[in-house]
């Protein structure tokens, strides 16, 4: 830049950043005009810029007077302002963002969580549904004609048996036969209400050996293990059942029977109570984390109240104290029969035997307290007030 361009204010008509001749004559701090002074030179220059006198908005310049601020942690709030100054008046700017995630004070105290609620893990509307749905078949089968309630035992038994060997094969490949293992099941429940015990003993050996010998038209290899869980399927879900066609068989059999349901549902009801609400010591937590020792008191209590109950004023010759005891007996055993289909489960790597029954699993999954618990049951009515 040339040095010609410096010292002249800007003429009156000329724009603001230029600096052109000046006809008013010298001004102080001015060099003369004379033959020195090349007015085109001049203009084809580029002139450098006046400095305005007011700081452009959002820095922190000094203001129109031309004094320095000092500085320094006393005139920081001007600064943080961060708009332009005139006449010594802060603009009014708008308050800075808060930070997104301020981190809190040392010593501030931290917010507490707000607790959560325990969740039951099902849906209690669907489950409730079903069961009622299911209660209502039941005890109308079971007041209206009894061959009605032994069909609907052999379908649970049937359904039941193709979710375990579905499980099975599925998880292990295991591939217990399903077919002799169906027909063997029908047969031992209604063999054992036509029958007895006797009928049921032999539809069962019947089963066993109906196993064996389909599982020959297979290749040998798998025999073993495909043939033992047969067996086991056989054992664990229709000989089970059939000690419910036994106990039909009396007299009062169709009170017998729904007490037997009764105090299970009950069982199951206080211990699921109990133990969501006052859970806290696990009960098996290798096998069923869910339970608790409160629950199972839960399931005492609830089973033994029932019992005393459905024995006095259900059965005839039945007492209340044979009713506590075998409500005593039904939450034990219930218990027992939930936390081995847990353990069968677990091993399978599954939640549940099967989707059949919203808000439950499977039929197996409901089966589980009941099967063990019938033959039970069975054999406390038989002592107490007689097989008849």
């Not at 033959?35 to 452009?56: L, S």
């Not at 075998?326 to 399978?348: F, P």
Request: hydrophobic residues 45%.
């Amino acid at each position: 830049m040339n040095d010609s361009s410096w010292g002249a204010p800007p003429h009156a008509g000329s724009q603001a950043g230029y600096w052109g001749p000046n006809d008013r004559g010298p001004v102080q701090g001015a060099a003369p005009a004379g033959p020195g002074y090349d007015a085109p030179k001049a203009q084809q220059t580029r002139p450098m810029p006046i400095v305005p006198d007011v700081p452009a908005p959002g820095g922190h310049q000094d203001d129109d007077r031309g004094a320095a601020r000092p500085g320094g942690p006393a005139f920081r709030d001007e600064s943080r302002r961060g708009g332009p100054y005139r006449d010594d008046t802060p603009s009014v700017q708008p308050p800075a963002a808060a930070p997104q995630n301020p981190e809190p004070m040392p010593d501030a105290p931290q917010p507490v969580p707000a607790p959560q609620k325990k969740s039951a893990g099902r849906d209690l509307g669907a489950a409730i549904g079903v069961g009622v749905g299911l209660g209502a078949v039941i005890v109308a089968s079971l007041f209206v004609v009894k061959a009605v309630f032994i069909g609907v035992i052999a379908i649970a038994v049937v359904v039941g048996l193709w979710e375990l060997t579905s499980r099975l094969q599925e998880r292990k490949g295991i591939k217990a036969p399903l077919v002799p293992l169906a027909l063997g099941g029908a047969a031992m429940v209604v063999s054992g209400y036509v029958r007895g015990a006797e009928g049921a003993w032999v539809a069962m050996a019947l089963t066993a050996l109906a196993v064996l010998v389909w599982r020959m038209t297979e290749p040998p290899e798998g025999y073993l293990k495909d043939v033992t869980a047969g067996l086991f399927a056989a054992f664990y879900v229709p000989f089970l059942a059939t000690f419910v066609s036994l106990m039909l068989t009396a007299e009062d059999g169709a009170q017998r029977v729904l007490m037997f349901l009764m105090l299970t549902v009950v069982s199951d009801t206080g211990a699921y109570a109990v133990g969501w609400r006052f859970g806290k010591h696990k009960l098996a937590p290798r096998i069923s984390p869910g339970k608790t020792r409160e629950g199972l008191l839960g399931a005492v209590a609830f089973a033994m109240v029932a019992g005393a109950l459905c024995m006095q004023f259900m059965i005839d010759g039945g007492t209340w104290w044979q009713g506590l005891l075998l409500g005593l007996a039904v939450a034990v055993s219930a218990t027992l029969g939930d936390l081995g289909e847990s353990m069968i489960k677990r091993d399978l790597g599954i939640k549940d035997m099967g989707t059949l029954l919203p808000g439950h699993g499977g039929i197996m999954d409901r089966l589980d307290s009941l099967l063990p618990t019938a033959p039970v049951v069975w054999l406390l009515l038989v002592i107490f007030v007689g097989p008849t």
